[in-house]
């Protein structure tokens, strides 16, 4: 079909004004985009991908030894005489979703270590089970 025969098809509406309607607004373009805009077919995929490419590290196994110098770190620091020492603990929290976790680190001075209910306590009352710990750094005795 050539151009010519096309325009003679439309000549009664080609030059005719546009129709704005009085009842409704007319459509903002951000809205006017959003209906071509791909749909979510499987609502929760992007999230499932999302956390199956998120990393999370390992637990460490502490030999024998590593067990027993992070014991007397940790007696060195709750049994220092005087005010605590300032510490660095070092400890592993498993995560919630997947298998391994993250390492994490407390700044300050120890309250308690309760082996009563396996737990840290430090001063500003974070609690870190004893059984996560990794490393503990004494800064000042």
């Known amino acids: 079909m050539s151009r010519e025969s096309?325009?003679?098809?439309?000549?009664?509406?080609?030059?005719?004004?546009?129709?704005?309607?009085?009842?409704?607004?007319?459509?903002?373009?951000?809205?006017?985009?959003?209906?071509?805009?791909?749909?979510?077919?499987?609502?929760?995929?992007?999230?499932?991908?999302?956390?199956?490419?998120?990393?999370?590290?390992?637990?460490?196994?502490?030999?024998?030894?590593?067990?027993?110098?992070?014991?007397?770190?940790l007696q060195r620091a709750v049994n220092a005489p005087g005010e605590k020492p300032i510490v660095t603990v070092i400890y592993f929290l498993p995560d919630q979703k997947k298998t391994g976790g993250a390492y994490f680190e407390a700044f300050g001075r120890i309250r308690k270590a309760d082996g009563d209910s396996g737990m840290l306590i430090m001063e500003e009352g974070r609690k870190i089970e004893l059984d996560q710990i990794v490393d503990i750094i004494i800064h000042s005795i």
Request: proline share 9%; aromatic share 8%.
């Open 6 to 73: 096309r325009e003679k098809n439309y000549e009664d509406i080609i030059n005719l004004p546009h129709h704005i309607s009085r009842a409704h607004p007319p459509m903002p373009l951000s809205g006017r985009a959003a209906q071509f805009a791909p749909f979510a077919a499987l609502t929760g995929y992007g999230e499932v991908i999302k956390e199956t490419a998120r990393q999370t590290e390992r637990k460490p196994e502490l030999s024998e030894d590593e067990k027993q110098a992070l014991n007397y770190k």
